[in-house]
Every structure is written in structure tokens, then in C-alpha cells.
């Protein structure tokens, strides 16, 4: 049996929860306010069409009075008229209440969806480490098109038909007050199963969100790794577990089914309990004696009416409940903090001087540091080549540069001042990398050399950065030449073009501090030697950070420090570290053996 403090304790966090949930919506309104002025033509629509909803009662308590009291001549042409301009008015209500809040939805869904990718442009390096792709874009995607039905068929649903009830009941009221007071008794029974209901949607809502996550991550994977799944027979294990995630997504949806399914038929059976009782009493002469025949009817009229209304008022609370889960899910995300930027140097152009003062680092999910008491000082203008095992160290070197990551401990300094001290987009500006993985994007090879701030940059220019990088004869085969599209992630070109083509992209940028990770590990040995004749023309005169495993391309760096568990082993030129026979001559002797 639970406890009454155990009992306590769930009642406190269900009016957190309903606290929460309220508070969410009423922030998911907030990006209704730019609209407003279509809100309120939405709203005027809406009022149009629940108040002919009354009417139609009205007209119908009407034509009882007129044939009881045989006046059917006089009104012959008024009748028809009136029930006419009914239906007119209805039909122009409806038309303003649902297309000025579907462009207000609309715009909601647009400013969510901006709101998140530009959010997610500003995320540290390690969110994107630890949140799968998948799941990343079933956020932007998914959740988005739930919070769509709890902005239009919520607020649609609870204006129209809200209005639609607040008009009937004041009829009822209006022609009998004491039968209409009948109904108030029955609402606390069905805001209790709605209550209920509403916790229950939220929870199943939240569960389906984490479901179709899981569909889009196994999607995803098997889609990128899609030759990998054929080569390694990796077909029957990647449909396992999609079904997998696919049945749970289902699950969730039928439970939430369910609960709607059983929610309708309660409250709309509550409803008819309190019709019945209406009904039986507004037989009695004692509550009927002051109305005439078309007052009577007209009321049953109206209270039969009330049904419709609020049988949709209690089926769009699972509509609701998804779009509160849905916006909580956003709004965790569009709250999250960004990188951190707290510098204020202004950044016109660095010399390149970098030095590393007992710095350590450790990444946030990791149990111990990656780098342990780094000390390098690397001059403005030169080159220093990072060499060791692989996992020792020298990527996670190179990210602390254009601040990927922020240090752990000790010193960063650039030109002299600490690297949290520069503007961090400025900082950036003075960097071009070239990555070991190479990242192009599903555009022109002319947009994806010229990208991003480049993007204004002169045609001479992008052609002699092509030439450069030994790329611009390749391109000229091609059909499109500069215009050809590359396909995502430069699927439709080798792994040397896109090599060549991120050389060139580094190169155009002309920045005076240089990243390159493994930039000729996709080319063969031609072209690995021209393409090391253009880095050698790039590297000139820039302080360039060069991590490579194949030695020979770096034996004219100024300093090689060989990095192993995250310290540095040994530094010094090719020359000294051979006579030192050290850990630098033995991964020498091992790759001139090969």
C-alpha cells in the first residue's frame, strides 16, 4: 500500500506536471503574438459561426410559434430568408476562423523549425558527439508537425466550439435558467475523466516522440552505412531493429488510441445522462408552465446540440497534450545553452604564434583527461606536424584551436593572448581546416569551394584555388565543369576529388593559421604529390598544424612532437628526432619497412 507521504508526493508532481503543461502552451502562444492581427480575424470568425449555432435553435422555436399561431403567411418569406443568411454567415465564419489560423500555424511551425536549426548551427561540439543524427532530426521534423495540430485543430477545436457552448448554454438559459443549471452539475465528473485523460496523453505523447527517434536513428544509420550493411550481411540485423523501433512507435500509438477511444465515449455518455435528466425534467409541468411549444422545443433543441461541441471539446485534448509534449521536447532544445563566447579581443588579422602552456583537456563524457600537461610553442609562419598512434591525442590537439572544445587546464595562447580572449567568429575567420573526413555539401563543386563567407569571392579566384589544390583538371572533364553538383556529401565524386576540392576551399579562404587532418589521406601517390606541392606553396608564410600518419609528408615540417596517451613524448625536426632514436625513428623505420 503507498504511503500518505508517497500519495502526497504524486499529487505534488501531477500539479508540477499540469503546471508545467500550462506554462508550455501558454509559451508556445507566445510565438502566435507577431500574428495577432490574424488571430483576431481568426477569432471574430469563429464568434460568427458559434453564434449561429443558437440561432439556428432560434429559427427553430420560430417556426413552432408561427404554426401554432397560424401566422404562417406573414412570415412565409422572412423564414426562408433568416435560415439563408444563417448558413452565410456560418459559411463566412468558418472561412475566417480556419484559413487565418492554419497561416498562423503555419508560421509557428516556420519560426520552430528557424528558432531550432539556428539554434542548432550555435551547439557545442560535444551535443552533436553524444545526440544521434536520427534523433536530432526527428526533433526538427516530427515534433514540429505535432505542435502544427495543437495550434490549428487545438485552438480551432476550443475557440469555435468553446464559443459554440458558452451560445448554446446562454440560450438555454436565457429560455429556462433552472433546467440549464442541470448541466453545471456534470462538469466537475467530466473535468475529472479530462484531467485524467490529459496526463495520460502527455505521457503516452513523450513516449512516441523517444519511438519515432529511434525509427529515425536506425533509418539513418542503415541509409549511411548502407554498403557496409551489404558487404558484412548486416541486412537481417538492421531490419530487426527497426522493427523493434517501428513496434515500439506503434505500441505507444495504440495505447494513446486507446485511451482516446475510451475518453469520447465516458464523457459524451456523461453528457447523455445529463440530456435524459433534462429532458425527463422539462416534461414535469412544474419547470414547463411558462414556455410556449416553440420555447420547449427550441431548448431540447439547443441541449441537443450542446453534444457535438463538447464531444470534439474532450477529442481535441489528445491533440493538445501532443503539442504540449511535442513544444516541451523543442523548447528543452531551443533553451540549451550555446557555445561559450566571452571574448572581446577584436580580431583584424593574427601573425599565426601559438603556444600550448601545460594544457589539459578532457572530454565532458570521458573519465579521463585526453591531454595531460601539452607544452608546445609554435612560431608564426611555421609548421608543426603532429605524429603518433591513433586515440593519442593529436585531433583533439588541433580542435582546441579554432575552440571546438575549450581547454581544460593551463594556457591556450594566439599572438600572445589567451584563446578565449578573441571574438570567437573572428577566431574562426583566421582558420581553414581540411579535415580527414572530408565535408561537402549537396551543391555546386563552385559553392562548395567558394562556401560560406567565400561565397562573394571573385570566379579568378576560385578557379586558381581549383588549380592550386590540382583539382581544376578534373573539373574541366566534367560535364558542368564548376557548376556540377556534388550530391550529398559529395557522393558523386572519388574520395580524391573531394579531397582536392576541401584543399581549394582551404586554400581560397587564404588564412593565416592552417589545419590539416590527414589532408592527403584519400589520394593516391600521384596525386598525393601534387597535391603536397600545392599544401607546401599553402603552408608558406602560415602557422599551419599538420596531423598526419604517413611520415613522409611531413619531414619538412619546422617541428614534428610525437603525441601517445595524450602527452607529448618527444619534439623536435625529422633530422634530430632520427638521431634520437626515439619513438619518432621506430614509427619511421616501421612505415619505411612497409
Request: proline share 2%; charged share 20%.
Amino acid at each position: 500500500m503507498q504511503t500518505e507521504a508517497q500519495v502526497s508526493s504524486k499529487d505534488a508532481q501531477n500539479e508540477v506536471n499540469a503546471d508545467s503543461g500550462f506554462n508550455i502552451y501558454l509559451r508556445l502562444l507566445g510565438y502566435v503574438r507577431a500574428s495577432w492581427f490574424y488571430f483576431t480575424l481568426s477569432i471574430i470568425g469563429f464568434i460568427l459561426y458559434s453564434a449561429m449555432e443558437p440561432a439556428q435553435a432560434w429559427i427553430l422555436k420560430h417556426i413552432v410559434d408561427v404554426v401554432s399561431n397560424n401566422e404562417i403567411a406573414e412570415n412565409r418569406l422572412l423564414i426562408p430568408m433568416a435560415i439563408l443568411g444563417i448558413f452565410v454567415i456560418r459559411g463566412l465564419g468558418t472561412f475566417l476562423g480556419s484559413y487565418f489560423m492554419a497561416l498562423i500555424a503555419n508560421k509557428v511551425v516556420y519560426d520552430l523549425r528557424t528558432s531550432m536549426f539556428d539554434k542548432m548551427l550555435l551547439l557545442p561540439s560535444n551535443y552533436f558527439h553524444s545526440m544521434p543524427t536520427g534523433r536530432l532530426l526527428s526533433k526538427i521534423t516530427y515534433d514540429t508537425e505535432q505542435v502544427t495540430g495543437s495550434v490549428t485543430s487545438a485552438i480551432k477545436v476550443i475557440l469555435r466550439e468553446g464559443f459554440t457552448v458558452v451560445g448554446l448554454f446562454s440560450y438555454m438559459v436565457y429560455i429556462n435558467w433552472k433546467l440549464s443549471l442541470l448541466f453545471l452539475v456534470v462538469l466537475p465528473v467530466i473535468g475529472l475523466v479530462v484531467s485524467y485523460a490529459s496526463k495520460r496523453f502527455r505521457k503516452l505523447s513523450k513516449r512516441i516522440q523517444g519511438a519515432m527517434g529511434g525509427v529515425t536513428d536506425v533509418a539513418s544509420e542503415a541509409i549511411k552505412g548502407q554498403e557496409v550493411v551489404k558487404i558484412f550481411g548486416g541486412i537481417d540485423y538492421e531490419t530487426t531493429r527497426f522493427r523493434d523501433a517501428a513496434y515500439e512507435n506503434r505500441r505507444s500509438q495504440l495505447k494513446m488510441e486507446l485511451t482516446k477511444a475510451l475518453n469520447t465515449p465516458i464523457v459524451q455518455f456523461l453528457v447523455a445522462i445529463s440530456l435524459s435528466a433534462l429532458i425527463w425534467l422539462a416534461l414535469d409541468p412544474t419547470f414547463s408552465d411558462n414556455m410556449s411549444s416553440g420555447d420547449f422545443v427550441s431548448f431540447i433543441t439547443a441541449a441537443g446540440m450542446l453534444s457535438k461541441p463538447m464531444r470534439q471539446l474532450t477529442e481535441v485534448n489528445s491533440i493538445l497534450q501532443k503539442g504540449i509534449a511535442a513544444a516541451q521536447s523543442i523548447f528543452e532544445f531551443i533553451d540549451m545553452d550555446v557555445e561559450v563566447d566571452q571574448g572581446k579581443r577584436k580580431v583584424q588579422s593574427l601573425k599565426g604564434e601559438i603556444r600550448w602552456d601545460n594544457v589539459s583537456f578532457q572530454y565532458p563524457t570521458a573519465d579521463k583527461l585526453a591531454l595531460d600537461g601539452v607544452s608546445l610553442s609554435l612560431e608564426a609562419g611555421k609548421t608543426l606536424a603532429l605524429v603518433g598512434r591513433s586515440g593519442g591525442g593529436k585531433s583533439t590537439i588541433a580542435s582546441l584551436i579554432p575552440r571546438f572544445y575549450d581547454i581544460t587546464g593551463g594556457d591556450l595562447l594566439i599572438d600572445g593572448h589567451a584563446i578565449q580572449d578573441y571574438v570567437l567568429t573572428e577566431l574562426r575567420d583566421q582558420i581553414a581546416l581540411v579535415n580527414q573526413n572530408v565535408v561537402l555539401f549537396n551543391g555546386t563543386i563552385h559553392e562548395n569551394i567558394a562556401y560560406g563567407r567565400l561565397r562573394n569571392a571573385p570566379e579568378e579566384d576560385v578557379i586558381a584555388a581549383a588549380k592550386a589544390a590540382n583539382a581544376l583538371g578534373f573539373i574541366e572533364e566534367l560535364e558542368n565543369g564548376f557548376d556540377t553538383v556534388v550530391g550529398e556529401d559529395g557522393v558523386l565524386l572519388s574520395g580524391g576529388q573531394r579531397q582536392r576540392i576541401a584543399i581549394a576551399r582551404a586554400i581560397l579562404k587564404n588564412a593565416p593559421i592552417l589545419i590539416l587532418d590527414e589532408a592527403t589521406s584519400a589520394l593516391d601517390s600521384e596525386s598525393e604529390r601534387s597535391i603536397q606541392q600545392a599544401l607546401d606553396t599553402l603552408m608558406e608564410d602560415r602557422t599551419t598544424i599538420a596531423i598526419a600518419h604517413r611520415l613522409s609528408t611531413i619531414e619538412k615540417a619546422d617541428m614534428i612532437a610525437v603525441i601517445d596517451h595524450g602527452e607529448i613524448v618527444e619534439v623536435g625536426s625529422h633530422s634530430e628526432l632520427l638521431e634520437k632514436d626515439g619513438a619518432y625513428a621506430l614509427l619511421h623505420k616501421q612505415q619505411f619497412a612497409e
